[in-house]
């Protein structure tokens, strides 16, 4: 069964960087399209960043755009999530998701398999 495995998740201190990884098994990471979302405490799962199968588009939300990269390894079969310049706002728990047919990135009802998550802690 297809499974994805996040790590790299930690405390950092407000300014500081993290680089999120995404393991796939049984799923090949350049034919789906490959996202991160996040949950913060109390909140809805919001989107943080996608990219495309194929041709490798990427996609970010406002609040991340120019301070995080998504990026995948296709010989590993693997997706990182580079996080710099955090905030106390980027605090949640940070989730892949892997989908085939994708309309909305944004959204997370296109998505057919998700990992367990990885807690991001930034303090101030």
């Known amino acids: 069964q297809v499974q994805l495995v996040e790590s790299g998740g930690g405390l950092v201190q407000a300014g500081g960087s993290l680089t999120l990884s995404c393991a796939a098994s049984?799923?090949?990471?350049?034919?789906?399209?490959m996202g991160w979302f996040r949950q913060a405490p109390g909140k809805e799962r919001e989107f943080v960043a996608a990219?495309?199968?194929?041709?490798?588009?990427?996609y970010y939300s406002g609040s991340v755009k120019g301070r995080f990269a998504i990026s995948r390894d296709s010989a590993k079969d693997t997706v990182s999530l580079q996080m710099n310049s955090l905030n106390p706002e980027d605090t949640a728990v940070y989730y892949c998701?892997?989908?085939?047919?994708?309309?909305?990135?944004?959204?997370?009802?296109?998505?057919?398999?998700w990992g367990q998550g990885t807690q991001v802690i930034v303090s101030s």
């Open positions: 998701a892997a989908g085939r047919y994708i309309s909305d990135y944004a959204s997370p009802r296109g998505y057919d398999y």
């Open positions: 049984r799923l090949t990471v350049r034919s789906y399209n």
């Open positions: 990219v495309s199968r194929s041709v490798g588009s990427t």
